[in-house]
């Protein structure tokens, strides 16, 4: 049998499916010594182990069997399986509003490709109609693909690529916009553009998904589909997150860009408002605001566009024992803003002082948050507080770091004047600084205790 059956196998595993003339794509059935398991046998990435061989199981999901577990291996059955997202023409009515989607990367509408392990998108009108049809039943929806990059990858040069697109497509007359994004820094890029874009007179929607469209629990399909109507017919004109509210089919959040964060590394719900409630819940056919106070859609094309960012700015996580020399190191490299997540009330060691102060002499604005993410910076309480105030840190009230280094940056691509930036960093563009944050703002119950078990048995999870 020539290897170009075996896809992405070698070592072990190979040796393996030669053996018992087993396929790539082949229908198998494995007995190993935990167990038998059906499914088929599906390629390998090339940069993974010889030490497995993947099976997709009747449930959808994959697994990898190790291959010294392995007591007979028989194939079944054979029909290489076709992972191209089918391609439909997509229905355009003039009686639907107009949504245009902008592509950034990400898993969003997207399959496998197993050979490399990597995900491709699906992303023209058409194939995304391919994989969701309901998209019809909401707008007419017209693609660009700005960017084909992972969300790590995102930074000033896309954040304000997309500005400048956004304030394009209102020009335009766009009833809604939404971005496909991958969802690691999903929320910085969610408060870049709240700066950047203000009072927007359309809904503007980042997506995304934390599971790609080849497997049976995948968002994306609910998620698109959330975000569309909230774009289309929403009335909540902001920069907004839309994703799972909770980890149910049932409906999704919508997210200030300021206030929102990713908060679990797989749960499909990860995305939680801090120190704050979400802005609406939204569902394929209805947007429901849980707040008043929200900017309105409108019937103009106005809107405010602030393409600015200076990346000589970073972000410090304090830490015990923490030494002066990173804060110097940054200086010294010719950073001009430094966000610190200081611990409690907005608090550091003594020993960055001197490095403190040095950086403030040299023209190095420098902010203080807290890394407890709820909660308000409150530096005059305690003697360590109060000295650094009077050393040149500002607090920044309940921002979070992440918004703060954002804003940061996009404050310095406007001016390098200390008090200018002061006035910019304290200046609420839209909830990065709150007045208070409502008592149902910071709901974190841990499970084992009776009241907590009895409240989870009455709600979705």
Same mark, same amino acid.
């Given at each position: 049998?020539?290897?170009?059956?075996?896809?992405?196998?070698?070592?072990?595993?190979?040796?393996?499916?030669?053996?018992?003339?087993?396929?790539?794509?082949?229908?198998?059935?494995?007995?190993?010594?935990?167990?038998?398991?059906?499914?088929?046998?599906?390629?390998?990435?090339?940069?993974?182990?010889?030490?497995?061989?993947?099976?997709?199981? @009747?449930? +959808?999901?994959? %697994? /990898?069997?190790?291959? !010294? &577990?392995?007591?007979?291996?028989?194939?079944?059955?054979?029909?290489?399986?076709?992972?191209?997202?089918?391609?439909?023409?997509?229905?355009?009515?003039?009686?639907?509003?107009?949504?245009?989607?902008?592509?950034?990367?990400?898993?969003?509408?997207?399959?496998?490709?197993?050979?490399?392990?990597?995900?491709?998108p699906a992303f023209s009108p058409g194939e995304l109609y391919g994989a969701v049809p309901e998209l019809a039943d909401i707008c007419n929806l017209n693609t660009e693909k700005l960017f084909a990059v992972f969300s790590e990858n995102m930074g000033p040069k896309q954040y304000i690529a997309l500005a400048?697109?956004?304030?394009?497509?209102?020009?335009?007359? @766009?009833? +809604?916009?939404? %971005? /496909?994004?991958?969802? !690691? &820094?999903?929320?910085?890029?969610?408060?870049?553009?709240?700066?950047?874009?203000?009072?927007?007179?359309?809904?503007?929607?980042?997506?995304?998904?934390?599971?790609?469209?080849?497997?049976?629990?995948?968002?994306?399909?609910?998620?698109?589909?959330?975000?569309?109507?909230?774009?289309?017919?929403?009335?909540?004109?902001?920069?907004?997150?839309?994703?799972?509210?909770?980890?149910?089919?049932?409906?999704?959040?919508?997210h200030r860009g300021t206030r929102v964060r990713k908060m679990h590394s797989s749960y499909r719900s990860t995305f939680r408002t801090i120190g704050d409630i979400p802005l609406a819940t939204v569902t394929r056919n209805e947007v429901k605001p849980l707040k008043p106070d929200y900017n309105h859609r409108r019937r103009d094309k106005k809107v405010t566009i602030k393409p600015f960012f200076d990346d000589r700015v970073s972000i410090v996580y304090y830490y015990p024992n923490m030494k002066p020399d990173i804060i110097d190191s940054l200086v010294d490299n010719g950073y001009k803003g430094i966000i610190i997540a200081g611990t409690g009330l907005g608090h550091v060691n003594k020993p960055l002082y001197p490095a403190i102060e040095?950086?403030?002499?040299?023209?190095?604005?420098?902010?203080?948050?807290?890394?407890?993410?709820?909660?308000?910076?409150?530096?005059?309480?305690?003697?360590?507080?109060?000295?650094?105030?009077?050393?040149?840190?500002?607090?920044?009230?309940?921002?979070?770091?992440?918004?703060?280094?954002i804003k940061l940056g996009w404050a310095l691509g406007q001016t390098d004047d200390p008090e200018k930036l002061k006035k910019i960093m304290l200046t609420p563009i839209n909830d990065e600084i709150t007045k208070r944050e409502p008592y149902n703002g910071y709901l974190i119950y841990q499970g084992g205790v009776p009241e907590v078990e009895e409240f989870i048995k009455k709600v979705h999870k």
């Open positions: 049998m020539s290897n170009d059956i075996f896809q992405g196998y070698k070592g072990k595993a190979l040796e393996i499916l030669k053996k018992y003339n087993v396929r790539v794509w082949g229908q198998a059935e494995i007995n190993t010594t935990r167990g038998v398991f059906k499914g088929t046998v599906l390629p390998r990435s090339e940069n993974d182990d010889d030490k497995h061989i993947v099976m997709k199981i @009747i449930t +959808g999901y994959n %697994i /990898g069997i190790d291959v !010294d &577990t392995i007591i007979d291996l028989k194939e079944t059955g054979y029909k290489k399986a076709n992972y191209q997202i089918p391609e439909k023409e997509f229905p355009y009515s003039k009686d639907k509003p107009n949504v245009k989607l902008f592509g950034t990367g990400g898993t969003i509408a997207s399959r496998l490709d197993y050979r490399t392990g990597a995900v491709i400048k697109a956004i304030g394009k497509e209102i020009e335009n007359g @766009i009833d +809604g916009i939404i %971005i /496909g994004h991958g969802t !690691d &820094t999903l929320h910085h890029t969610a408060a870049a553009l709240t700066y950047m874009v203000q009072n927007p007179p359309v809904p503007i929607v980042l997506v995304g998904s934390q599971r790609s469209s080849d497997r049976p629990s995948s968002d994306a399909a609910l998620n698109l589909m959330h975000s569309a109507y909230a774009a289309a017919h929403g009335d909540i004109a902001e920069v907004m997150v839309c994703m799972f509210g909770p980890t149910s089919d049932e409906y999704g959040f919508l040095r950086a403030v002499k040299k023209g190095v604005s420098i902010f203080m948050t807290v890394q407890t993410l709820w909660g308000y910076v409150r530096m005059f309480v305690y003697d360590t507080g109060r000295d650094l105030m009077a050393k040149g840190i500002v607090p920044l009230e309940n921002m979070l770091p992440e918004a703060a280094y």
